[in-house]
């Protein structure tokens, strides 16, 4: 299940020392109006929070990350969840021997600093998230 | 070895549960007539088959996770190799403890979930995948 | 703090055997004359340099990964540091037995593989790092 996309505005920026990861890319997309898109993003936090999603329990597990981690990669997607912008995205940790963790992100990861793009994406016929009974996630339905 | 493409369609959709990540991305590339671009995806499989190359042996070793994890980060691109679209891709995969894990992707993948994105590029001159003597590898060669 | 880009040139090609990782796209995108984007790359090293910022210490703290090992994610972005174009990236790097490790790009990494994009993004007011107080890290600035 697929649709081509236009490509709207690209948007590159930082967020600050103190801020929570996930809402506010979530508040920044909102503000900026943007419904669907890439986003990606390289930094540090002082803190994570983390999510695993139980394929057989069908429900998230959380896992906090007390430490100051390096963000090595985040990487995820805006869509539209019941009528409004939604950001998913999963990350990858690093800590100071090298080691690399990581999880579907979660309100809860505390900035230290990250640097982010967001590529908006324009469609006639968005993408929306609705129940999905094979897996218990709201994933994208096959029509709008 | 570089070229300037311009950008072609943007492509955003989802997998189902129990595809084969590799040859199902591949397949959509083809429908499409993707010949070149890039991608990327984020989501959970229920197993992974994931390789390594050995730079000293020059063979790909396979390994198989017989485990449900997430998937971090997908990262790749599309060329063509013999005349038709390839993907190149690697993942990186997280488990219930947060500990994450990775390798070139290989058929044999079973998607529990996945949301990915296919920039196509476009180019006069292509990006063809040719024997490189030096590591032994299908690589872009230095002309199309 | 963000801006809103224009997208300029997309770039796609291959490092070479030996080519040491970062400096190589540094000097790649200043060749070309970019001067803000993002960049992300797959592929395989013989070694790798990579960091980890001390939050408190305030300092980078380098490591040296004498192994060969897969690139499973290069993601980074291209400003303006003192006028010249300057390279950001953080790196997932994996090994034979699929563990995954990761941190800051340092100088000093090895290419044996390497397929890298390069978008550029064109503003009016480009995003330049500054020394950032709460960090201690060159950050982009509130103002051009």
Not at 61 to 68: A, D, M, P, V, W
Not at 114 to 119: K, M, V
Request: aromatic letters at 8%; a negative charge.
């Amino acid at each position: 299940m697929h649709r081509t996309f236009t490509r709207g505005r690209t948007i590159m920026g930082r967020l600050h020392k103190g801020d929570d990861l996930l809402p506010t890319l979530q508040r920044i997309c909102s503000e900026l109006g943007i419904s669907q898109g890439n986003l990606s993003a390289i930094g540090a936090v002082a803190g994570a929070r983390i999510g695993y999603y139980d394929q057989t329990q069908r429900r998230y597990e959380f896992l906090h990350l007390s430490r100051h981690l390096e963000i090595l990669s985040l990487m995820g997607n805006v869509s539209l969840k019941d009528g409004e912008a939604f950001v998913h995205a999963h990350v990858v940790l690093g800590d100071e021997s090298g080691g690399a963790f990581g999880g579907h992100l979660a309100e809860g990861t505390e900035v230290f600093a990250c640097e982010f793009t967001i590529q908006e994406l324009l469609t006639e016929t968005p993408l929306r998230r609705v129940m999905d009974d094979p897996t218990g996630l709201f994933l994208w339905g096959e029509v709008g």
